[in-house]
């Protein structure tokens, strides 16, 4: 046997594309040549894999051209992760170990010169990829022992519903090179009992988060913020310093349901392309709230070979945006596309990388740069001017993908002391997920997500409640997305309030939660 076909995985943003690598020993000049738009990186493994080879023990077949065939050519195919399958090509290819059983398994890890395997990034995503090509293959994956356990999520961790849905998706795991050759030494041994199965840790406790109940008054925003979550609508909080706007944004995600075992997986993948997934977060919502200096490529995404940004790592989560005008343009107006489509592809080159990113945005700001437009407690020193420029930073069409916005205003001490104490979190979110269920059931999406003929269809209204919008709208001189907008957040109302057709109450409650700037 002087060729060897080895499985193996690129990663190209959260895909994890299926490489072949082909190991060709043949008479002649000693040489190793690696061919398929191998990068430095990948050339780099030729010196890795000999000196893993040779240091454990095992034969390099000096006396050799080997050629290996990274295929197909034009994936990107950065890192050292596919020492390890040309290692196994290489041993296969001389006779080392049994070929046939290379075929049963994907293989990915760097090695160091020792033969120590070396975790590899994207493991989960390799994981789904090899799920979602169908259990049909049939193959297992073998990974270095931490990117296993990180991979093992696919297969475990939310208990026996997940098992169903993996179809028995195996993950083992490896310490060293030799405990693999081991595994796929010719003779009775089977490969199964030399390499471990890989577990994930066991699924954490879930700690409660802060509740909305530590949020004193603030009636109005709290009522936005459910309406928002009902829906899954972007929500703009503006307000004074110091009203509570971060307290409420940090409590938001306890009124979401719980990630399904689907959408873990997804959020998951993506934290771990930059290594920001821990076990211990498994299945809970991300919530992530970049700083306003950060640039454009860290809130969208970007770079050289492409990383995910903030919005995609708040995938199925939330992003906070605190200060909001404060952002650099760039990076607001690199929102709108994802806010639609809850995707962004990111152009580099020749090449194209996409990552989800169906991020619910919340945002707050305040009125004006002194902080107190409007508020009954301290006056505001800016001019109309000053304030019209910093609510201008908010481009229209970013705002009109907003579909809630609400005052958070300044409350004098006394008739906070005064408030009654507010609902817990746990009550809200009951009521938000009784609301989702039943938009899931009619419409097969979230309220936020309806448009076109779904919008017309599932947000029709009766005569009265049409003239009712057809008055504010000329009024309010609102343009056709403005429009539509109202709508859907009408949809959450009325869902919240058990209601099949939408009243004029439920389109009055929507009508409140938009208009919030002076300006714009
Ligand atoms: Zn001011």
């Not at 028995?168 to 199964?192: C, S």
Request: contains cysteine; hydrophobic residues 45%; aromatic residues 4%.
């Amino acid at each position: 046997m002087s060729l060897a076909v080895v499985h193996s995985r690129a990663l190209d943003a959260l895909q994890a594309p299926e490489v072949t690598v082909e190991v060709h020993l043949a008479n002649g000049l000693p040489s190793v040549t690696l061919v398929g738009l191998a990068d430095t990186e990948v050339k780099e493994a030729r010196e890795r894999v000999r000196a893993a080879l040779q240091n454990s023990g095992l034969e390099f077949p000096n006396n050799k051209r080997i050629t290996v065939n990274l295929a197909p050519a034009d994936l990107p195919k950065e890192s050292g992760r596919f020492d390890l399958p040309i290692a196994l090509g290489i041993l296969a290819a001389s006779g080392q170990i049994d070929a046939a059983r290379l075929a049963q398994y994907e293989f990915a890890g760097e090695l160091s010169l020792s033969g120590e395997l070396r975790p590899v990034r994207g493991a989960l995503a390799m994981a789904l990829a090899l799920h979602r090509s169908g259990a049909g293959s049939g193959r297992a994956l073998v990974l270095p022992h931490a990117s296993a356990q990180e991979a093992a999520l696919a297969c475990g961790m939310a208990g026996d519903m997940s098992s169903a849905m993996t179809g028995g998706l195996r993950i083992h795991g490896a310490a060293h090179l030799l405990d693999v050759v081991r595994a796929l030494l010719p003779g009775d041994v089977e490969p199964a009992d030399a390499l471990p199965l890989a577990h994930a840790a066991p699924s954490p406790v879930r700690e409660p988060g802060a509740d909305l109940r530590d949020v004193k008054g603030q009636a109005a925003a709290k009522r936005a913020l459910e309406i928002a979550a009902t829906g899954g609508h972007s929500a703009l909080m503006v307000g004074p310093p110091g009203t509570g706007k971060s307290m409420l944004a940090q409590r938001f995600a306890g009124l979401l349901p719980a990630l399904t075992h689907d959408e873990a997986l997804e959020s998951a993948a993506v934290l771990s392309l930059t290594g920001a997934f821990s076990a211990d977060r498994w299945a809970q919502r991300a919530f992530r709230s970049p700083h306003h200096t950060a640039s454009p490529v860290a809130l969208v995404g970007g770079g050289s070979p492409p990383r995910p940004g903030e919005i995609s790592l708040s995938h199925h989560g939330v992003l906070f945006l605190d200060e909001l005008p404060e952002f650099p343009r760039a990076a607001l107006e690199g929102l709108r596309e994802p806010l639609e489509t809850g995707r962004i592809v990111i152009s580099r080159a020749a090449r194209q990388a996409e990552f989800p990113a169906r991020f619910q945005l919340i945002a707050a700001m305040n009125p004006c740069p002194c902080g107190h437009q409007g508020s009954p407690l301290r006056a505001c020193r800016c001019t109309p001017d000053v304030v019209a420029r910093y609510q201008g930073r908010i481009s229209g069409p970013l705002l009109d993908r907003i579909d809630v916005q609400v005052e958070v205003p300044a409350v004098p001490a006394a008739a906070l002391a005064a408030a009654p104490d507010g609902e817990a979190t746990e009550v809200i979110a009951a009521r938000v997920s009784r609301a989702r269920d039943r938009a899931m059931q009619r419409q097969g999406c979230a309220n936020a997500a309806l448009t076109g003929d779904a919008l017309d269809r599932h947000c029709a209204l009766d005569a009265a409640a049409s003239k009712f919008l057809q008055a504010a709208a000329a009024r309010l001189g609102w343009s056709a997305r403005s429009f539509h907008r109202v709508l859907r957040v009408a949809r959450s109302v009325a869902d919240l309030a058990g209601s099949g057709p939408i009243t004029v109450a439920h389109l009055a409650e929507a009508i409140q939660c938009r208009r919030v700037l002076s300006v714009g």
